[in-house]
């Protein structure tokens, strides 16, 4: 039973179109993340949810906006994509946030290819 | 200068080898270091956690955080073809985001 899932795995699509990219959690942990991990496998946050509530939103275009309908689910948005966008995206949450750990839980990446 | 540095390798080593993976750090406020593990295709999973500096072993894996260089490791010992995969530090402190390094691709060739 996958802890952190993400749809689609793989998603090629054309400059200039919105895609979606959606992530749940059975973990019943109170945050949820996305991360975005570029060609040089460089892992950086981009917004964070503490049980539907934004506590994070990294300096990301407007272009990008996530949205959490409840504690187990985050889903991010992205309008006229480009080229730079193209990226594998990471859903992940913690059982806490504020004391973080660090224990973060990782879905398995949203490839976005973006031509 | 990024908050957290890591050589991304590739490294490549023979099987049985020991293994040493480093990161540096700028932030003197950082209290958390962790080490994940990242097999192709897949998404991060933490591997070892530790607190302030000093040494934990878990396993063929050691961690040690050297604060007062602000300078973390990785050792892995007996080294296994399992073993290839990308490896990342990460640290923060209480209340802060997680901050992680490049990550070292590292080969264990049999």
């Known amino acids: 039973d996958t802890a952190v899932s993400q749809t689609p795995k793989y998603l090629v699509t054309q400059m200039g179109n919105d895609k979606s990219i959606k992530c749940e959690q059975n973990?019943?942990?109170?945050?949820m993340y996305w991360y975005k991990q570029d060609s040089k496998k460089f892992l950086k946050i981009m917004f964070s949810?503490?049980?539907?509530?934004?506590?994070i939103n990294e300096t990301v275009p407007n272009r990008f906006s996530p949205k959490s309908p409840d504690k187990a689910h985050l889903n991010l948005h992205i309008n006229s994509l480009e080229l730079g966008d193209s990226a594998v995206y990471f859903c992940?949450?913690?059982?806490?946030?504020?004391?973080?750990?660090?224990?973060?839980?990782f879905g398995e990446g949203s490839r976005l290819t973006v031509l | 200068q990024k908050e957290v540095e890591q050589d991304p390798g590739p490294l490549s080593v023979p099987e049985g080898a020991i293994v040493s993976l480093n990161c540096t750090y700028s932030?003197?406020?950082?209290?958390?270091f962790m080490w994940y593990r990242q097999y192709s295709r897949k998404g991060p999973e933490l591997l070892m956690y530790?607190?302030?500096?000093g040494n934990k072993e878990d396993g063929r894996f050691t961690a040690q955080v050297d604060k007062s260089s602000k300078y973390i490791s990785l050792f892995i010992r007996d080294s296994q073809p399992s073993d290839s995969a990308t490896y990342l530090c990460?640290?923060?402190?209480?209340?802060?985001?997680?901050?992680f390094g490049q990550g070292t691709e590292l080969s264990v060739k049999p």
């Open positions: 530790t607190y302030s500096s």
């Open positions: 990460a640290m923060n402190n209480q209340g802060g985001k997680l901050i």
């Open positions: 992940a949450s913690s059982q806490v946030s504020g004391r973080i750990s660090g224990e973060l839980f």
């Open positions: 973990l019943g942990h109170d945050t």
């Open positions: 932030n003197s406020a950082f209290q958390y």
């Open positions: 949810y503490n049980n539907k509530e934004l506590i």
